[in-house]
C-alpha cells in the first residue's frame, strides 16, 4: 500500500498537476525539502537546524504510510516541481512546508499547486488547514490569501523566540472521528527502513 496510492486520472486533454507521493519519491522529496530549508530567507540558522534534523526519510516515510497525498507532489510533464508535505494534529491537517521548486517559479504552478491541496483535502476529514509563514513572505500571503486562507493571528516569541503568523482555511469536516497521524512502534519503523533500504 505505500508503493503505490490510487490516483484520479486528469481529465482527457489535460495533464495531471498533482499525485501523492510513493516511497520511490523520497530520496527526492528529501532532498528538495533539505533545499527549501536551507536556503530559505526567512528562517533562523537553529530553526532550520531543527526541521534539517526532525525531516528525515523515515519521517517522511511515516506520512506516507498515513496517506501518501501527506507527500503531495507537484507535477509539470509528469516530473515532480514541488511539493505539499502536511499531517494530522489534533483535527486539524497542518501544512508543515510547501515548495515550488526554483526553475518553476515563472509559472503558476505555485497557484494550481496549493488549489489542487485545498481541493484534495476537502473531502470532510478535518475542520481545517492551518500553517505557518514569516513576516516578509508577501508571495506565500498573497497564494494563501488568494486561496480563502486568512491571517487569524501573530504568534509573537512563538519559535525559538522568533513571531510566526499563523494562517487557516476553514474545511468542512463530517466524517466522525479523528486522524491518529502517523504509526510509531518498532515494529513500523522496521518496516519502513527495510523499504526505504530497497529504494536506495
Known amino acids: 500500500m505505500t508503493e503505490t496510492a490510487e490516483i484520479s486520472p486528469a481529465p482527457t486533454g489535460k495533464a495531471r498537476i498533482y ?3 510513493t516511497y520511490r519519491d523520497i530520496p527526492q522529496l528529501h532532498t528538495r525539502l533539505h533545499e527549501a530549508i536551507n536556503t530559505s530567507p526567512f528562517y533562523s540558522d537553529v530553526f532550520k537546524a531543527y526541521e534539517s ?11 506516507i504510510d498515513a496517506d501518501p497525498f501527506h507527500a503531495l507532489v507537484i507535477l509539470r510533464d509528469e516530473a515532480m516541481a514541488g511539493f505539499m508535505i502536511s499531517g494530522p494534529e489534533l483535527g ?17 504552478l505555485g497557484i494550481s499547486g496549493m488549489r489542487a491541496f485545498i481541493n484534495h483535502w476537502d473531502n470532510g476529514r478535518f475542520h481545517k488547514i492551518a500553517t ?28 525559538f523566540g522568533e513571531d510566526y503568523l499563523l494562517y487557516e482555511r476553514k474545511l468542512n469536516k463530517v466524517s466522525t472521528g479523528y486522524d491518529h497521524g502517523t504509526s510509531g512502534g ?3 519503523k522496521l518496516r519502513r527502513k527495510l523499504q526505504l533500504a530497497m529504494i536506495r
Request: positive net charge.
Open 92 to 108: 486539524t491537517l497542518w501544512l508543515y512546508w510547501s515548495y515550488l521548486f526554483p526553475e518553476h517559479r515563472r509559472s503558476t
Open 132 to 159: 505557518y509563514t514569516k513576516t516578509g513572505n508577501e508571495a506565500a500571503a498573497a497564494i494563501m490569501t488568494r486561496l480563502g486562507y486568512a491571517h487569524v493571528a501573530t504568534l509573537e516569541q512563538h519559535i
Open 186 to 188: 518498532l515494529a513500523n
Open 19 to 21: 499525485r501523492a507521493a
Open 53 to 63: 534534523a526532525r525531516l528525515t526519510k523515515d519521517y517522511l516515510a511515516g506520512l
